[in-house]
């Protein structure tokens, strides 16, 4: 789903999340799970499905590669490569007092997360491949994997996941078909949580 690039100065803050939320466990094809809160419920043609927000701190690595007369950040998404630079993606944070987890969905981090501040070297715009906004990134650690350098950013907006609830009250990811038909409903869905979280 994507991200809201709403002007937040700290949509991460604790203050905006509400701590008592029930959490659920997301569990992907491959049998990683993910520990979320229950953002947001909404019922759709008899069918519940919530809005999640993960427990940990959500993460990407970026390999930064040459593009003409400019470095451009790739977001590292096949999981091979991931299995290489994991281990040394996980050291590095652990300087920071930072746990890395290979989770369902998105890679998180367990620990509080370095003050954000607004630097030009400190974050990253880039582009997201479904949508022409940019999702806006804290740097947290940079590292080197056989010469290749890597980067590991934390989203600055809240990462939300849409899934479905059965009905044992377990959560599941969508299957496209399922995305598709409630779609067109995430913008109403979105603005009606940010006026809660405000």
């Known amino acids: ?3 809201s690039n709403r002007d937040r100065e700290s949509p991460m803050d604790e203050d905006s999340i509400d701590m008592d ?25 008899e069918q519940e499905y919530v809005l999640l927000l993960p427990v940990d701190s959500p993460v990407e690595i970026f390999a930064w590669q040459e593009d003409g007369e400019e470095d451009e950040a790739v977001l590292v998404e096949d999981d091979e490569e991931l299995d290489l630079v994991f281990s ?26 370095p003050e954000f501040v607004e630097d030009e070297e400190e974050w990253a715009g880039v582009e997201s491949d479904s949508q022409d906004e940019q999702e806006e990134l804290q740097l947290l650690a940079s590292f080197y994997h056989q010469e290749q350098e890597y980067a590991i950013y934390a989203p600055l ?9 059965d009905d044992a009250g377990q959560p599941h990811l969508l299957s496209p078909e399922e995305l598709k038909k409630i779609e067109p409903m995430l913008p109403m ?5 940010f006026d809660e979280m405000e």
């Open 21 to 45: 939320a029930p959490t659920v466990t997301l569990t992907d094809e491959a049998g990683l799970t993910l520990t979320c809160y229950i953002e947001h419920s909404l019922e759709v043609e």
């Open 157 to 165: 907006d809240p990462f939300f996941i849409l899934a479905r609830m």
């Open 189 to 193: 869905i979105e603005d009606q949580l």
């Open 1 to 3: 789903m994507p991200e």
């Open 88 to 113: 040394t993606a996980k050291a590095v944070l652990e300087e920071q007092n930072l746990t890395l987890k290979r989770t369902a969905v998105v890679l998180t981090v367990e620990g509080d997360l």
